[in-house]
């Protein structure tokens, strides 16, 4: 089996990459970090959505696990401590996929009839830096509402917990293939109105974004900063494709999120 790892650069992630190539190389597993079959991320969540990225190419081959060096993370639940455990069951090869949806966002340029699409594991969101966002938002081919206030967000099931979670979304389990709207300070008044909650949309519905003043402004795809100009629209759906993680023991979502957010001893 071929593999790759994706360090966050510090020292002890360093030194760990190092173990694990090591360990894994003396198993006969081979290096390759063109076309690995599953990539070790030991950093934080922000490592696992750099591997992410740079594997995106190739989701059907490749499986991703992660190795916390800081604090627990969503994507990266293995401890340090735990390496020799985890290369010796990389190195037995059976390992269970677990698949969670992934965010398309195409954005489609006004002169010309260009589009680019991007995959989200987390969130895309819109944000205007300096002025007063002003957005319509249409879901399936119907007008919604004319957003006014610093940005929108539309995250994952996975990324539920991130961004998504500090603007007030709810937490969705990764099985529910969707995604969810949140608002970024709207301005409502007896003349803006927004609908002021988060939004949940099932896989096949589209959501799309069409600027009305100024067509300049900031779109985010994970940790990606696009400032992005003359923009038509930007349309959001769930995407067909799903990013692929290697389980080598049950640690249930629900526990991810109790250990993150409630007390953990991990
Ligand atoms: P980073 O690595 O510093 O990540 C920021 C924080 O978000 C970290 O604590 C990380 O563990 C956490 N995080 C990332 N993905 C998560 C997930 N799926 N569930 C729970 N926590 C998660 O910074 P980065 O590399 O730039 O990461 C980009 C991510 O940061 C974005 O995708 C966004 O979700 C998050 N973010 C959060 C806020 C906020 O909460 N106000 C603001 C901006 C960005």
């Known amino acids: 089996m071929k593999f790759a790892i994706q360090s966050r650069n510090d020292e002890l992630s360093n030194r760990l990459m190092d173990e694990a190539k090591k360990y894994l190389t003396d198993f006969g597993l081979v290096f390759d970090e063109a076309e690995p079959e599953i990539v070790l991320s030991i950093g934080g ?3 696992m959505l750099h591997a ?3 594997y995106q190419h190739r ?3 490749t499986a991703f696990v992660g190795i916390h060096t800081g604090h627990l993370g969503f994507y990266a639940d293995w401890k340090p401590e735990e390496i020799e455990k985890l290369v010796i069951a990389i190195s037995r090869k059976k390992f269970q996929v677990i698949e969670y ?3 398309e966002v195409t954005v489609n340029y006004q002169d010309s009839n260009e589009s680019v699409t991007y995959l989200a594991m ?7 830096p300096e002025v007063t966002l002003v957005m319509d938002v249409e879901l399936n081919g119907g007008h919604f509402e004319r957003f006014r206030g610093d940005g929108l967000c539309m995250s994952t099931p996975s990324g539920s917990t991130a961004y998504n979670k500090a603007l007030g979304g709810a937490i969705l389990h990764p099985s529910l293939a969707s995604m969810q709207l949140t608002e970024m ?3 409502n008044n007896r003349v803006f109105r927004t609908v002021g909650a988060p939004l949940v949309l099932p896989a096949h519905h589209k959501c799309v974004l069409t600027p009305v003043k100024g067509p300049d402004f900031m779109v985010t795809i994970d940790h990606l900063q696009l ?3 003359d923009v038509k629209s930007i349309e959001y759906q769930v995407s067909e494709k799903r990013v692929r993680f290697a389980r080598f023991r049950p640690f249930p979502f629900w526990s991810r999120v109790h250990d993150s957010f409630i007390d953990s001893d991990v």
Not at 122 to 128: C, G, L, Q, R, W
């Open 59 to 61: 989701l059907q081959e």
């Open 101 to 103: 949806p992934l965010l």
């Open 227 to 229: 400032f992005l100009k």
């Open 185 to 187: 300070a709207s301005i």
């Open 122 to 128: 987390n969130e895309s969101t819109v944000k205007s």
């Open 52 to 54: 992410y990225h740079k």
């Open 45 to 47: 969540d922000g490592t």
